[in-house]
């Protein structure tokens, strides 16, 4: 295979994808004593960043500074194997990550947290990528001057058009609309991978309207607040039902998911019967989750040399990531492993 051609690029990120902890590790991770936890992250391919922040952290805040740095360098040389269509497709799916920074930066700004946690923490200061981000916080006296100071940003005429005194979640539904409209119409074409990057963009945004729609419904809200949270674009809920479901709470969201293709009703509404039971989302969120690994497992199989199972690497790295971080905070705040594995596994 030739270096950089499409079944180079996609072979390597089979490989690494399948590098990925799997349950059974993970498992076994969970079942570790917290001062354990360091070595048993360093041997799932840690050991590097573990070692180079040493001397500085320990315990969990080792782990995190570790698990973020890895992930920022992966990401970047996945992203430089890339080249031609690949490169463009896999972009689509990788500028959600300056959103992501976006808003880690305006929560920032709105919590007061200390320059210093964030450059540990979210936006490592040891990768160059994020001066600029750190900069912001470092500049911004208040939420409406960071967005100012992001005006040159893709998003940022997007972020500098809503009014003065917007809170911080419709910047940040600003931000989710405007990514997935751009990502959308980023994919145009009627090729299989460009076709099956679309569903799955269109599944992201059905899963994020539904968890908004069932957390208003559970806080009694209803109406043009709810509405203005809901992002076009996917094909369980249409725009054209988002009235209906914005004011009639869960059972309209039921009615209009009821008839759907391809979207298993009772496994859903015995996810929302737990969710009830546990007082807490979390079930169906996993059960979403779990939908979401379904498709991009089947893109990528379906189109083995393509620019998907890159995507589908990418995916699974930052659920490895997310996951890692989840068991160390979980185990370090001395939660169960019962209580850590449900939300990983």
């Not at 799932?44 to 040493?54: P, T, V």
Request: proline share 3%; hydrophobic share 45%; net charge negative.
């Amino acid at each position: 295979m030739r270096f950089g051609s499409t079944p180079y690029i996609a072979s390597r990120a089979k490989s690494r994808r399948k590098a990925l902890a799997d349950r059974a590790r993970l498992r076994q991770l969970i079942n570790h004593a917290p001062d354990q936890l360091t070595v048993a992250v360093a041997d799932l391919g840690y050991r590097a960043e573990i070692d180079r922040y040493a001397a500085t952290y320990d315990g969990g805040d080792l782990i995190e500074a570790a698990l973020t740095d890895n992930l920022e360098h992966e990401l970047d040389n996945i992203i430089k194997l890339c080249s031609g269509k690949v490169a463009r497709i896999v972009s689509v799916y990788t500028d959600r990550f300056e959103y992501h920074n976006a808003k880690a930066v305006l929560r920032a700004v709105v919590n007061d947290v200390d320059l210093e946690r964030v450059a540990h923490d979210i936006l490592p200061d040891i990768n160059d990528i994020n001066t600029p981000w750190l900069q912001i916080i470092e500049r911004a006296d208040d939420l409406r001057s960071a967005v100012v100071l992001m005006r040159r940003k893709p998003f940022g005429s997007a972020l500098n058009a809503m009014p003065e005194g917007s809170t911080l979640a419709a910047y940040e539904d600003v931000l989710d609309r405007h990514y997935f409209a751009n990502a959308t119409s980023s994919l145009s074409g009627s090729q299989a991978d460009v076709r099956m990057l679309r569903a799955l963009l269109a599944t992201e945004i059905d899963h994020r309207n539904i968890v908004n729609l069932l957390e208003a419904a559970a806080m009694g809200l209803e109406g043009n607040e709810v509405a203005s949270a809901l992002i076009p674009g996917g094909r369980l809920i249409p725009k054209r039902a988002f009235s209906l479901v914005s004011n009639g709470g869960r059972a309209s969201l039921l009615e209009v998911l009821r008839p759907a293709n391809r979207f298993d009703m009772a496994a859903f509404e015995a996810a929302i019967a737990e969710a009830d039971a546990a007082m807490s989302l979390d079930p169906v969120i996993t059960w979403l989750a779990a939908r979401e690994n379904a498709h991009l497992n089947r893109m990528s199989y379906l189109h083995p040399v393509s620019a998907l199972p890159v995507v589908h690497y990418i995916a699974m790295k930052v659920k490895e990531v997310k996951d890692l971080r989840i068991i160390t905070r979980g185990l370090m705040a001395g939660l169960s492993a019962d209580v850590v594995e449900a939300h990983v596994i």
